[in-house]
Nanobody, 122 residues
């Protein structure tokens, strides 16, 4: 699976962005998809994940109620809608994929996109 993330940019606090992740490969629909982020000087952290069908979603406490993860298996796409953005959301955002069940740490994810930068100004 190859992943390509896009949609990052500069936005003011309180604004919104939608990140997209395009996946290649015929087995996309069988993979768990996750979004992670890494701020300068910090470790990469879990943001959100979605199971293979899209029926179950999971969020970090810091983004719950503001971010929404979704997927379109027909288009091999996963999205992260980010609303009410805060300066603390500034980071490089990565999409990732793994077979099996949802996990919230980075190591079990086999495939990673290149990252897209989100900058939230105060």
């Amino acid at each position: 699976v190859q992943l390509q993330a896009s949609g990052g940019g500069l936005v003011q606090a309180g604004g919104s962005l939608r990140l997209s992740c395009a996946a290649s490969g015929r087995t996309f629909s069988s993979y768990v998809m996750g979004w992670f982020r890494q701020a300068p000087g910090k470790e990469r952290e879990f943001v959100a994940a979605i199971n293979w069908s899209g029926g179950s979603t999971y969020y970090a406490d810091s983004v719950k109620g503001r971010f929404t993860i979704s997927r379109d298996n027909a288009k091999n796409m996963v999205y992260l809608q980010m609303n009410s953005l805060k300066p603390d959301d500034t980071a490089v955002y990565y999409c990732a994929a793994r077979p099996g069940f949802v996990v919230f740490t980075t190591d079990p994810y086999n495939y990673w996109g290149q990252g897209t930068l989100v900058t939230v100004s105060s």
